[in-house]
């Protein structure tokens, strides 16, 4: 069963404060891994992508990828409340084009 | 613009009836994809489709069919065999080819209680 583990939450950060959301997944074939930032009642909106070992980093946002450990991350640095939302993480599995979403993590950051 | 929609927003529906959700891309996109989520749930897969003409089954389709006849629409419809249709129904797409292929892109949802 190929799966993809986040932590529920919420987690809650001051404003300014950097929020830091784990995810780790059961394919060591995955190559492809995103994360989707989704506001209640709303449809996922992709925010980060990222194929290879390492950091990516865009604006405020950082994907961290380790293969080895089977474990990916996103960093938010200088959380605002309108980063308030569930961040999905998501792992493309090799041989097609199934992506094996996770439960996602609420975050909650403090004005 | 480019993008996704879906229609309607909202579909009220009473048992045993069968309802079609629509989804259209003008993205040039080759693969869409059909997601179900439930309440404090994530993203579960209903169908997907590579090209026109073609889809495959995801983990839960069961109660659900789709047709691919053309590249830009992927139409969902809730059969009345589905136990459980109450949802937010998704729609998404992604090139499809290397690369950047499975990047997806979704749609605003619709929001599908039947009584």
């Known amino acids: 069963q190929k799966e993809v583990e986040q932590n529920s939450g919420p987690l809650s950060v001051p404003e300014g404060a950097i929020a830091s959301l784990n995810c780790t997944y059961s394919?060591?074939?995955?190559?492809?891994f995103f994360w989707y930032r989704q506001y209640s009642g709303k449809s996922p909106e992709l925010i980060m992508s990222i194929y290879s070992n390492g950091d990516k980093e865009d604006g405020r946002f950082t994907a961290q990828l380790n293969k080895a450990s089977q474990y990916v991350s996103l960093l938010i640095r200088d959380s605002q409340p309108s980063d308030s939302a569930t961040y999905l993480c998501?792992?493309?599995?090799?041989?097609?084009?199934?992506?094996?979403f996770g439960a996602g993590t609420r975050l909650f950051v403090k004005a | 613009d480019g993008g996704i929609t879906q229609s309607p927003k909202y579909l009220f529906r009473k048992e045993g009836q069968n309802v079609t959700l629509s989804c259209e891309q003008n993205l040039n996109h080759d693969a869409m994809y059909w997601y179900r989520q439930d309440p404090g749930q994530g993203l579960r897969l209903i169908y997907y489709?590579?090209?026109?003409?073609?889809?495959q089954k995801g983990d839960i389709a069961e109660g659900y069919s789709v047709s691919r006849e053309k590249k830009e629409s992927f139409p969902l419809t809730v059969t009345s065999a589905q136990k459980n249709p109450t949802a937010f129904y998704l729609c998404a797409s992604s090139l499809g080819r290397t690369g950047l292929a499975y990047e997806q892109y979704f749609g605003p949802g619709t929001r599908l209680t039947v009584t």
């Open positions: 394919d060591r074939g995955s190559q492809s």
């Open positions: 489709s590579q090209i026109v003409n073609d889809f």
């Open positions: 998501a792992v493309n599995y090799p041989g097609g084009f199934k992506t094996i």
